[in-house]
């Protein structure tokens, strides 16, 4: 009755490519956003289990007859099997990597990698433990003197800096109101420029440059585990000079008696990326002869990576992580791969996290790149988290019951914030 | 009582006193008009009550805040063609002049000729320590363009970038680097500088009209309407400043300039339209005190770079590009801080406001000078109005030939002298 080249309607062979087809793109949930055109076909079966392929033994020395040579099907011989075929030329859109173990770079020994999209159980506790950092919860006294010296100051300073709060929240956009990942990053770069206008009072600012997408990498050990920093992290301001030290040989000296908090019984590389095939890098992005080898403050912004949107800890983790992979960089371009009780000069790194309203403030000194063990001198952290610039930007007044709770446009501006802000940026070049 | 049958001849003697005294001269007395001054009716269905709604709609505007003259001209939305500063088109220049009556000068104005010669006005006594500084200053900026080219090209460990994302990835940051770099050091001789606001990757709208045409088809057909346009620009970076820049030509000497006719319509150029919010915006809203231009900068595209269209066999339209580029961003920008200050169509300005911009690619740069000297373009205004814009434009300009082995390559001083003058420019 049909014509036999007519595909059969309801063939189990049909439905069972239709169905691996669909289930193969992530099951019955999928099927609303496909567009189905056949209307003789059932699609909402069961998937049936994936079958693997039956199992072939080779027993060496014994070769089964083929029916190869033959050129046909010859009932009672076995199938003949053919090498695998492979291109003898690369291309890219049918590339199939070949497994871990054959790789030239595989290891043994796992590798725990701290990327830009980690995030960090224990947060800054766990950088801490990683790091070998003992903190502390304030700015350096003598930085924040830095900035209530008059002629550190900008000319008008509050006024211009709640015009730059204003532009990057209301001004920057025909819309009412700037989006947060926009208006978080037009202010810093507004801050950045407010401070940077003082460069014809401090020429030593103008021995600086910026850096973006810049891939930084570090290797150190930790007790057994191999640690290492890749990726490419936020803004970066290096500079002609180092940073002078911040603490002198005697605090140095003294953290040694400090006791690393450890976070038992979670494990300190949990939420690392555990990966057998690796290099073991030390790179900071930058060839050897390049004029401005310090790296001088970090600019992190809470909303740059739109995929990995981090907690306050957990970003003021991934800071710290990288600010330490910045300074360990350094030291071992200076003084070598091998581990260092205690540098000469102590490698000063600053950062500085924000996500439009509140700002996190770093200075890490690295003291020692010997990190196996959990006693001896220990590196140092000065932090200060969840510094307010200002209270509101609102649009529209907050009413609650007839009354003006908080009034429209810019309210509750902390000058504090930006002083600190601005001496961090004069560090070194004062 | 008998009835006057008869009434006497009404002699002068007997004519009430005031009838006398109209007759001698006397100053006719100003009567005020009892009724109201007969004029259009405002909703009638007619011509001219259409010509009286269009005359209180401009007294309502010139009387209004800028904020609000800017919401009413802005406020309806039609149909519009939308002008883009970077565009595939073929001799777009041309139309663009026509567009927005400017005037295409080759050249740069004398503020800055080529540094040959000593400028004697900037210097009162100039001394052999002024040449030694100004040398030392000179020279830090040269080490500084160098070391921010190799920053990017040299120095900086980078993958091999992706196909046609090389100006996003590398000239991008290249040009933000040398901005930043260069405006800051700059700042010291330079004080508006100091005060000024630098925004990146910005946006730059302006909305006007010009020229009209009938409409040839539907329920509106044998009508006239005005042609609308619209630029949507995005700068690589700009500088916006609190004071205005001093003009570089008087208004007089436009008068003669020369603006090509184009009588064809401008979607055949060709040019779409589109209907959408019109804005007018030129990268922060009025209340930002530095709302007047200073300088932009531009990034040439991977798909205009000079390499491509050599590919496509359209080596010719390279400079054509640059120059329509110049032309509709500026006027885009000036336009827009115009209306800032209150002027539009029907309240021509009385300064003429002044804009630079610098078109790169990364190795060639091209530098633009414009001169805003009227914003009445519609068709009413349009009639009586000899004042003409101008832009000045160089050909583009090579920086460095090439980055070998960590060196930079034939560098041009001259680039660097103008891209200095460029942003000394002050009042």
């Known amino acids: ?430 | 009582m008998a009835a006057r049958t008869r009434l006497p001849l009404l002699s002068p003697k007997n004519l009430p006193p005031f009838r006398n005294r109209k007759l001698v001269h006397t100053e006719a007395a100003v009567k005020e008009a009892v009724y109201p001054p007969i004029i259009p009716s405002l909703t009638a269905k007619s011509k001219s009550a259409r010509r009286r709604q269009a005359e209180e709609q401009v007294q309502k505007i010139r009387a209004s805040t800028v904020q609000e003259k800017l919401d009413l001209i802005t406020r309806i939305q039609r149909q519009k063609f939308v002008v883009y500063p970077q565009t595939f088109a073929r001799n777009p220049d041309k139309w663009y002049q026509h567009f927005t009556k400017t005037a295409y000068i080759p050249g740069l104005p004398e503020k800055f000729t080529p540094v040959q010669e000593q400028p004697e006005a900037g210097e009162s006594s100039p001394t052999a320590g002024d040449h030694g500084s100004e040398d030392e200053a000179f020279t830090d900026i040269r080490s500084l363009v160098t070391r921010v080219i190799l920053q990017e090209h040299w120095h900086i460990k980078k993958r091999k970038v992706f196909l046609y994302r090389q100006q996003e990835q590398v000239v991008g940051p290249l040009l933000r680097n040398l901005v930043t770099g260069l405006t800051y050091s700059l700042a010291k001789h330079n004080p508006l500088l100091l005060l000024s606001s630098l925004d990146l990757n910005p946006q730059v709208n302006f909305y006007w009209r010009r020229g009209e045409r009938i409409i040839p088809k539907g329920h509106r057909k044998g009508r006239l309407e005005p042609t609308r346009f619209q630029i949507d620009d995005h700068p690589h970076s700009q500088i916006r400043i609190t004071q205005q820049l001093p003009q570089f030509a008087p208004m007089d000497a436009s008068y003669t300039a020369e603006v090509p006719e184009i009588t064809l319509a401008p979607n055949l150029m060709p040019l779409f339209r589109r209907q959408y919010d019109n804005h007018i915006f030129t990268g922060a809203k009025l209340p930002d005190p530095a709302c007047y231009g200073h300088t932009q900068f531009h990034l040439v595209p991977d798909r205009y770079h000079r390499d491509r269209m050599a590919q496509q066999q359209q080596s010719d339209q390279v400079e054509v590009f640059l120059r329509t580029n110049g032309l509709a961003s500026l006027f885009a920008w000036t336009g827009a801080q115009a209306m800032y200050q209150g002027f539009w169509n029907h309240e021509d300005v009385t300064r003429p406001f002044v804009s630079q911009a610098v078109i790169t690619d990364g190795q060639f740069f091209s530098f633009f000078c414009y001169q805003l000297n009227t914003v009445a373009l519609s068709v009413e205004m349009d009639a009586n109005n000899p004042r003409k814009n101008l832009l000045w434009g160089t050909e583009s300009m090579r920086l460095y030939e090439s980055v070998q082995d960590g060196e930079v390559v034939g560098l041009n001083d001259g680039v660097i002298k103008l891209l200095v003058q460029f942003l000394m420019n002050q009042p």
């Open chain 1, 1 to 430: 009755m049909f014509p036999e080249t007519a595909a059969p309607l309801f063939s189990h062979a049909v439905l069972l490519k239709g169905l691996r087809r669909l289930s193969a793109h992530g099951g019955a949930g999928r099927l609303q956003a496909r567009r189905h055109f056949v209307v003789s076909r059932c699609l909402t079966a069961k998937v049936p289990p994936v079958r693997k392929p039956r199992e072939r033994v080779h027993i060496p020395g014994l070769d089964k007859v083929t029916y190869g040579e033959r050129m046909h099907v010859v009932p009672g011989l076995a199938k003949p099997v053919n090498p695998r075929w492979q291109r003898d030329y690369k291309d890219p859109r049918f590339y199939m990597s070949s497994p871990m173990q054959e790789m030239p770079l595989h290891k043994e020994k796992p590798c725990y990698v701290y990327s830009q999209r980690t995030n960090a159980l224990e947060g800054v506790l766990q950088a801490l433990w990683l790091t070998k950092t003992k903190m502390i919860s304030a700015l350096p006294p003598h930085l924040l003197s830095l900035a209530e010296n008059p002629v550190n100051q900008i000319p008008n300073q509050d006024e211009r800096v709640q015009n730059a709060i204003k532009h990057a929240r209301f001004w920057d956009t025909t819309e009412d109101r700037t989006g947060k990942e926009k208006y978080s990053n037009t202010l810093l770069l507004n801050l950045l420029h407010l401070c940077a206008t003082l460069q014809s009072s401090h020429p030593a600012i103008g021995r600086r440059i910026f850096a973006e997408k810049y891939s930084l990498a570090a290797t150190w050990k930790r007790g057994e585990d191999l640690l290492q920093i890749r990726g490419q992290n936020g803004l970066l301001h290096c500079s002609m000079d180092p940073l002078p030290v911040v603490s002198g040989k005697e605090e140095v000296a003294d953290t040694a008696d400090h006791v690393l908090k450890t976070f038992y019984p979670v494990s300190p590389t949990i939420d690392l990326q555990k990966i057998h095939v690796y290099k073991e890098m030390n790179s900071s992005g930058f060839r050897s002869d390049t004029p401005y080898p310090h790296a001088h403050t970090l600019y992190f912004g809470e909303q740059d990576d739109a995929r990995c949107v981090l907690r306050p800890d957990q970003f003021r983790a991934k800071m710290i992580m990288f600010t330490f992979g910045n300074a360990l960089a350094r030291a071992h371009t200076l003084y070598g791969t091998k581990p260092q009780r205690v540098l000469d000069q102590p490698i000063t790194v600053q950062a500085v996290g924000t996500n439009g309203r509140l700002f996190q403030f770093l200075v890490f000194q690295l003291n020692t790149t010997d990190l196996s063990g959990d006693d001896g001198i220990k590196n140092q952290l000065w932090l200060e988290d969840d510094v307010e610039l200002y209270d509101f930007a609102k649009v529209r007044p907050l009413i609650k019951k007839k009354q003006v709770k908080v009034p429209a446009g810019l309210a509750g501006y902390k000058p504090e914030t930006f002083s600190k802000f601005l001496a961090l940026y004069l560090h070194g070049a004062v």
